[in-house]
């Protein structure tokens, strides 16, 4: 009796270290997607700046045309761009922040960003 009840022991524990490696795992594979790498920030960043200052030069352009102001409109839409881009970075920054950091964003620290 004393070697069937090793034997299912030994077959329990192997088990619970199959499952627990299989969890482990798992848990690397999952914080290993997580992470966001510097290369992905910095080209997020300049993407989000970039388009917002070249549609601003866009539209500038298109309005000293169709009106004839130029180049008040380049120069005032051109502010915008640079304005909106500015903004745009802030927000990927603050997202990229809380999905790498929970712990840390302005929501779970109970800080009101807007004040």
Known sequence: MSTDQNDDLANR???AKSAQEQL???QRQQDASAG???GA????YGAEFGASVFVGIMI?????HFFGTKPWGLLIMMGF???AGI????RAYKELTAAANPAMSADKTGSNPEE
């Open 41 to 44: 920030m910095a080209l997020r």
């Open 24 to 26: 482990e795992k798992k």
């Open 60 to 64: 500038g352009l298109g309005i000293d």
């Open 81 to 83: 761009g640079l304005a």
């Open 36 to 38: 966001v790498s510097a």
């Open 87 to 90: 903004l745009g970075v802030i």
């Open 13 to 15: 524990i192997a088990r």
